[in-house]
């Protein structure tokens, strides 16, 4: 029998998405396979220093974090430094997909397609912010999308219908990150496509997302509340949009250059599917999205934490159908 691999598992950090990362974490501690593997829980928050001193030691770093400097290339970065393998996107890919403006752009210049936007930087706006905040609102429509650049689990996210509630929800934007995003609402059904894979990628199947009356939205609530969407999958699509979702889920995870997994969120308007972003450390908790797609590919939760061990661990990308119960 060969012997057990070690594994980091970092979870909590001091972003916004702490808990979801915590909650992440804790279900991936009760899941991966012991028979394989040896688990050490490290906090970036307090463990860094014990994390690099062991770094000789271990074999691979789960990533079990979410928002800033767990899923923007920041502890990507530092397992970089370390010689530290580690599940997951690189320090490029990740901080691209977290910056809603760059990732947008390298949509558009894929060719794919994303919602019209602005972007509202308070430090160069200075006095005129209200004033180009209402020129935006008046070129894009109302309603309008408002959110934070670079957060994750729709955080700071609201839409808003008219110029007078536009303030409050720029004061919300600009109370977690220097710059907001202003972009055209899209109305129709809300889905998810996860993909995973190096040179193999694979599109897991998709899940529609319908958030519970009272919800205008996919929000931080109905993402983690027990009862607060209906999470269908896989969803009820035609065969052609199933396969135009999946497509740009790839299209979507390859142009970043993303690597091991990912997530991208679209919204569906008159049978054509926009993206609104890729996530490209998904939550791993028991109501999250990437690991109801594995379980309905055929993976228990405790083998697909294996395979993305494996993606990293083996010389030879593992076949994804290995892995199915």
Do not use: W
């Not at 070690?6 to 998405?17: F, T």
């Not at 496509?193 to 897991?204: H, P």
């Amino acid at each position: 029998m060969s012997a057990k691999r070690h594994i980091a598992l970092l979870m909590g950090g001091k972003s916004k998405e702490r808990e979801v990362s915590l909650a992440s974490g804790g279900e991936i501690m009760a899941h991966i396979d012991r028979d394989r593997f040896n688990v050490a829980v490290y906090d970036p928050v307090k463990d860094l220093s014990l994390l690099l001193d062991h770094a000789p030691r271990l074999d691979l770093a789960f990533l079990a974090l979410h928002g800033a400097y767990g899923e923007d290339g920041t502890i990507q970065g530092f397992c970089e430094l370390a010689g530290l393998p580690y599940i997951g996107s690189g320090v490029l890919a990740s901080a691209m997909a977290i910056d809603k403006n760059v990732a947008k752009k390298i949509y558009r210049e894929a060719g794919l397609p994303v919602a019209r936007d602005l972007v509202l930087d308070k430090r160069t706006a200075g006095g005129g912010l209200a004033d180009e905040a209402r020129r935006a609102m008046d070129m894009l429509g109302a309603p309008v999308v408002v959110k934070p650049l670079r957060q994750g689990s729709s955080v700071g996210l609201s839409i808003v219908r008219d110029e007078g509630a536009l303030s409050a929800a720029l004061d919300e934007v600009f109370s977690l990150d220097g710059a907001a995003m202003l972009e055209e609402y899209l109305p129709g059904r809300e889905f998810t496509c996860g993909v995973v894979g190096n040179l193999k990628t694979t599109a897991l199947p998709i899940i529609e997302i319908i958030p519970a009356e009272g919800h205008q939205f996919f929000d931080y609530s109905a993402k983690y509340e027990p009862g607060q969407s209906e999470e269908i999958c896989p969803a009820d699509l035609t065969v052609s949009a199933a396969a135009d979702i999946s497509r740009l889920a790839v299209a979507a995870h390859l142009a970043l250059g993303c690597r091991g997994l990912s997530r991208t969120d679209f919204i569906l308007v008159d049978g054509r599917p926009f993206i609104l972003e890729t996530n490209t450390l998904p939550g791993m908790t028991s109501g999250s999205l990437l690991p109801k797609m594995a379980k309905t590919y055929g993976l228990s939760f405790t083998s697909f934490i294996s395979y993305l061990i494996d993606l990293v661990l083996e010389p030879v990308e593992p076949d994804l159908d290995f892995y199915k119960v």
